[in-house]
């Protein structure tokens, strides 16, 4: 016998005491758990897709309303006028559109221009974020002069060649001068001309505009009424020097 009298160890049973008339129910299969998360994911609420107009044709006379994918949340209509040499093309736009593409705040009218002198082109848009809420076509932009005045390049082959000299004047809403360069055929381009500031610090405008690799600046434009007075006093200078 063990010492003390003990007998030898034995191996202990964990038993589980259960409250009467009960019984253990077995895990739920996998096809359970399936079931259930289907179940669940359709009882959730499901968000609706943005709705917006669409053209039918370039000046955007008819629309049809069309759900947007899920990707696009919100509404674009942009009136566009471009200028190349002497052809002048206007054309609307209404469409579904991602935020990221509509670069300006939601429902605040935005006209931008960018005025090279030999081609121009200018856009006035509106974005927002309701069903159908780009109805409304918006107005031709600004094509008037407005007194201000840059450098430019008289040609696109004097763009190309570096050997820009002429003076431009500005339109609508151009109220600044800008000054860089581009690529095009692995060769780099001259840019100078007339552009809207809020176009100033819109990197990624302006790489749709002038290419992904330009550099751009800007720069406060001349104004007729001080070119007039400049030259009005270089000619007073003239006349007292005489």
Request: charged residues 15%.
């Amino acid at each position: 016998m063990p010492p003390n009298g003990t007998e030898g160890s034995k191996d202990t049973e964990t038993v589980e005491f259960l409250p009467q008339n009960t019984r253990r129910l077995p895990p739920p299969s996998n096809m359970q758990l399936l079931l259930s998360l289907c179940l669940t994911w359709a009882l959730l609420p499901t968000a609706e897709l943005l709705r917006c107009h669409q053209c039918d044709n370039t000046l955007c006379t008819n629309t049809t309303s069309v759900e947007c994918p899920a990707t696009s949340t919100a509404c674009r209509t942009i009136t566009s006028s471009t200028v190349r040499n002497t052809l002048f093309t206007l054309t609307v736009n209404k469409t579904c559109s991602s935020l990221l593409t509509c670069v300006t705040p939601l429902t605040i009218e935005t006209e931008w221009s960018v005025n090279r002198g030999f081609t121009r082109e200018s856009h006035t848009q509106i974005c927002c974020a309701t069903d159908n809420c780009n109805f409304q076509t918006l107005a031709i932009p600004n094509p008037f002069v407005n007194g201000k005045m840059c450098p430019s390049c008289a040609s696109s082959a004097d763009s190309q060649a570096g050997t820009c000299n002429t003076t431009l004047s500005c339109m609508g809403v151009e109220n600044s001068c800008f000054n860089g360069t581009s690529t095009s055929n692995s060769r780099e381009v001259l840019e100078l001309g007339c552009i809207s500031r809020n176009l100033c610090s819109n990197v990624l405008v302006q790489q749709s505009l002038f290419g992904a690799d330009s550099q751009i600046v800007c720069r406060a434009p001349w104004s007729v009424r001080l070119s007039a007075v400049l030259l009005t006093f270089a000619l007073t200078a003239c006349k007292v020097l005489d």
